[in-house]
C-alpha cells in the first residue's frame, strides 16, 4: 500500500499525480512514514496547489500517533507552515518543541533566531548555549556560526557587543569542521592561522616600540638618546604585513548567507 501511494504521490511514467489517492493509499498503509507523508501532500506545491490550512489539520490529526523521527518530521511541517502563515508564535512554538527533542539542527536554528532577536524576544545567553550544545554534537552549522563569530565578533557581524573576537575558539571550532568534511573549512583555516600569526607579529612588534618608546625618555646618557630615538623613528617606518592586510576576503563570501538566513 505503501508502494502505491508513493507512485501517487510522485507520478511516473503511465500514473498521474493524484494527492487524494496517495493519501487514500497510505492510510492504508498505516507505516509510520505513510503517515507522516500525508500532511506534506497539501504543504508542499510540487504536489499540487498548496492547501495550507488543510495540511495544518492533517498534521494535528496525524502526529499523536507518531514518535522519534517522524514526529520530528511532522512538527518540522508545522514550524514551516505557520512561517508562511507569518504566525510567529505557531512558528516558535514549535521550533521550540524541535529543539527540545534534541534535534542538532533545530537547536542551532533555535539558537541563532535568539541571538539575532528576529521574530522573537533577543535571548543572548540561551541562544549560544544551544549552539554551542548544537556544536558539540557535530552540527555542522552550529560549527560554523561559531568559527565565524569568533573569528570576527559578534559586533562586526551586526549582533551587538557579545563575543568578542577569539581566533583559538573560532580555530577550535573550524578545525571541528573540518574534521566532518564541512565545506571549505580548511580554507577558512588556513587564513585563520596566517591571520593568528600576523597577530603574533604585530604583538611583537608592539613591545619592541614600547621598549624603544621608553628607553628615549629614561636614557641617562645624550648619546644613548639619540641613538633609541633613530632606531624607533627606523622602527616606525616599517609597516607590519599584518596592517596592510583586511581579514580574509573569503570570509565576506561566508559571512553573508549564515546569519541573513536567520
Known amino acids: 500500500a505503501f508502494l502505491i501511494g508513493k507512485v501517487y504521490m510522485d507520478g511516473g511514467i503511465g500514473v498521474a499525480q493524484n494527492r487524494s489517492l496517495a493519501e487514500e493509499w497510505f492510510r492504508k498503509s498505516n507505516e509510520p512514514l505513510a503517515m507522516t507523508l500525508i500532511p506534506f501532500l497539501y504543504l508542499n506545491d510540487e504536489y499540487g ?11 494535528k490529526e496525524i502526529m499523536p500517533s507518531l514518535a522519534g523521527e517522524f514526529r520530528n518530521m511532522i512538527q518540522g511541517a508545522l514550524m514551516r507552515a505557520y512561517d508562511k502563515k507569518n504566525n510567529l508564535k505557531e512558528k516558535f512554538y514549535w521550533l521550540n518543541k524541535l529543539s527540545d527533542s534534541g534535534d542538532t539542527q533545530f537547536q542551532a536554528l533555535l539558537g541563532m533566531y535568539l541571538v539575532s532577536g ?33 573569528f570576527i565578533g559578534s559586533q562586526e557581524a551586526g549582533l551587538g557587543n557579545y563575543i568578542e573576537v577569539d581566533r583559538e575558539k573560532s580555530l577550535y571550532w573550524l578545525s571541528m569542521l573540518t574534521e566532518q568534511g564541512g ?40 648619546e644613548e638618546k639619540l641613538t633609541s630615538v633613530k632606531q624607533l623613528a627606523e622602527y616606525k617606518q616599517q609597516s607590519p604585513q599584518q596592517e596592510q592586510q583586511s581579514s580574509p576576503s573569503l570570509l565576506e563570501n561566508f559571512i553573508g548567507d549564515l546569519f541573513e538566513a536567520v
Open 49 to 59: 496547489i498548496v492547501n495550507i490550512e488543510k495540511g495544518l489539520s492533517l498534521a
Open 118 to 150: 528576529n521574530g522573537i524576544q533577543k535571548d543572548i545567553d540561551r541562544g549560544i548555549e544551544l549552539i554551542t550544545k548544537a556544536a558539540i554534537n557535530n552540527n555542522a552549522d552550529a560549527q560554523y556560526y561559531l568559527g565565524l563569530i569568533y
Open 183 to 222: 565545506p571549505r573549512a580548511d580554507e577558512f583555516i588556513i587564513a585563520l592561522k596566517e591571520n593568528i600569526i600576523e597577530e603574533k607579529k604585530l604583538a611583537v612588534r608592539n613591545q619592541q616600540l614600547n621598549r624603544l618608546e621608553k628607553a628615549t625618555q629614561f636614557k641617562k646618557s645624550e
